[in-house]
């Protein structure tokens, strides 16, 4: 039975609260870690594109590191963050630097990839960020390690339960299926992967220059077999 972290339990804080807040430099981490990040974006902003109702607006948001106002920690001060992936069940402005829990509300998700200098943070669900985010109301929360330095399993999860957060168990596919947007998280070696509901997967940054070339040789090919077939009904 899955153990919940309850909000009210915490072990007693040091006296500079913890997690540290974070900064530009504490983010940036490596080219896998941002290449992960960019993939998770537009993997889930992509999702949303194609789940969109014709002329609605997109029914949810991914936004990368950007400014995330009233967290805190456990001692109840403020706390700074710049999660790496967080979502908004709706459209959000883009022309925005920061996002604010009081007038805003939480983020329905969010995914940090862990790195050297923040993964001790990321996956803390006592007096962490895995605290913080329990306390703000989000829903799901998710730790990405593609490197598998940190985390052997390469993801873990939470989803909120009333006492905080309870583990986010991965399907016999090994893929994590969200309860919040309809499609799923996993990791393939080192690239993280969004599923739509029906199974299929969002191409990677790098796929997509490929899958249209790709899509035009066929879309040629389809036409030249049509004139050939048209020139032989002509013929006839």
């Known amino acids: 039975m899955a153990t919940a972290h ?16 974070d900064t530009e430099e ?18 889930l902003n992509g999702a949303a594109r194609l789940s969109r109702t014709p002329g609605a607006p997109v029914p949810w948001q991914a936004l990368t590191q ?3 106002l009233g967290c805190r920690h456990p001692d109840g001060s403020q706390y700074r963050t710049y999660p790496d992936v967080f979502v908004y ?19 329905a998700m969010i995914a940090e ?3 050297q200098d923040t993964y001790t ?4 669900l006592v007096r962490g960020k895995g605290y913080t985010y329990a306390l703000a109301g989000v829903a799901e929360y998710l730790v990405v390690d593609p490197t598998g330095l940190y985390l052997p399993e390469g993801i873990r999860a939470w989803r909120l339960a009333s006492q905080g957060y309870v583990p986010w168990e991965p399907a016999a596919d090994g893929r994590h299926y969200s309860t919040q947007f309809p499609l799923a998280f996993g990791l393939n070696g080192t690239l993280a992967e969004i599923y739509l509901a029906d ?10 220059e490929e899958a249209i070339v790709q899509r035009d ?12 077939l048209q020139r032989l009904l002509e013929n006839r």
């Open 89 to 107: 069940p709706r459209a959000m402005k883009r022309d925005r630097g920061s996002y604010v829990l009081e007038t805003d509300g939480a983020p």
């Open 217 to 228: 040789a066929e879309i040629e090919q389809r036409d030249a077999e049509i004139a050939r």
């Open 26 to 43: 504490s983010i940036l981490g490596t080219d896998l870690h941002q290449g992960t990040i960019t993939s998770l974006r537009l993997g």
């Open 66 to 68: 950007l400014l995330l």
């Open 199 to 208: 199974g299929r997967r969002m191409y990677q940054e790098d796929e997509i």
């Open 121 to 124: 943070s990321d996956i803390d």
């Open 113 to 115: 990839v862990l790195s």
């Open 6 to 21: 309850a909000l009210q339990d915490w072990s007693p804080h040091p006296v500079e609260p913890w997690p540290a807040d």
